[in-house]
């Protein structure tokens, strides 16, 4: 199974919004409603952002987003603050209790 | 207060079998629909799953590693073991494991993360 595709970096100013795209197949993102976003800051482990294409755990702030169509998934962050400044992986259900990440996005907040 | 720390020797040599145990607490996975699986992130690299295990004792893992792979429980202590057999450098990486959801009322999350653990594979 291959990584979901995801942009290698994507980067906005303070208070903009960016939306950073995860694309899969018919086998996987296309499938199931079991899609996930992760934030890792450096050294840290990642963090669940989003899940379920676009519900987001308590404690996450309403400024993330999540949607899909099709075969790609995508998060949005609106407001964009210095602290967003990470790496963001996808993640899918792929089927019989395995799963896939994405190959990861650097965010930057310039 | 739901936690996972994963252990495991810090350097492996070429050909050798990694042990990698993940001790949780907060949760139990006999007497609920929570699994554990185990990600792996090489430096600079993204994630990778790897393997899962519920409340049965069936594994389930990654088609590129199941042949390397095994994954069980002990109820008793909360704990998940994972063995990786036939190192190589390239298995060099940050292993975590993470609590996520299962059977129908899966909502696919890996919600809750160890801190990890950094496994070196040299000979």
């Known amino acids: 199974q291959s990584a979901l595709t995801q942009p290698a970096s994507v980067s906005g100013s303070p208070g903009q919004s960016i939306t950073i795209s995860c694309t899969g197949t018919s086998s996987d993102v296309g499938s199931y409603n079991f899609v996930s976003w992760y934030q890792q800051h450096p050294g840290k482990a990642p963090k669940l952002m989003i899940y379920?294409?676009?519900k987001r755990p308590s404690g996450v702030s309403n400024r993330f987003s999540g949607s899909k169509s099709g075969n790609t998934a995508s998060l949005t962050i609106s407001g964009l603050q210095a602290e967003d400044e990470a790496d963001y992986y996808c993640?899918?259900?792929?089927?019989?209790?395995?799963?896939?990440f994405g190959g990861g996005t650097k965010l930057t907040v310039l | 207060q739901v936690t996972l720390r994963e252990s495991g020797p810090a350097l492996v040599k070429p050909t050798q079998t990694l042990t990698l145990t993940c001790s949780f607490s907060g949760f139990s996975l006999s007497a609920s629909d929570m699994c554990v699986s185990w990600i792996r992130q090489p430096p600079g690299k993204a994630l990778e799953w790897l393997a899962l295990?519920?409340?049965?004792?069936?594994?389930y893992y990654s088609t590129s590693l199941r042949a390397r792979l095994a994954i069980s429980k002990d109820t008793s202590k909360n704990q998940v073991v994972l063995t990786m057999t036939n190192m190589d450098p390239v298995d060099t990486a940050t292993y975590y494991c993470?609590?996520?959801?299962?059977?129908?009322?899966?909502?696919?999350?890996?919600?809750?993360w160890g801190q990890g653990t950094m496994i070196t594979v040299s000979s």
């Open positions: 993470a609590r996520i959801r299962g059977g129908s009322s899966s909502d696919g999350a890996f919600d809750i």
């Open positions: 379920e294409i676009t």
């Open positions: 993640c899918s259900y792929l089927g019989s209790s395995t799963w896939v």
């Open positions: 295990i519920g409340k049965n004792d069936d594994g």
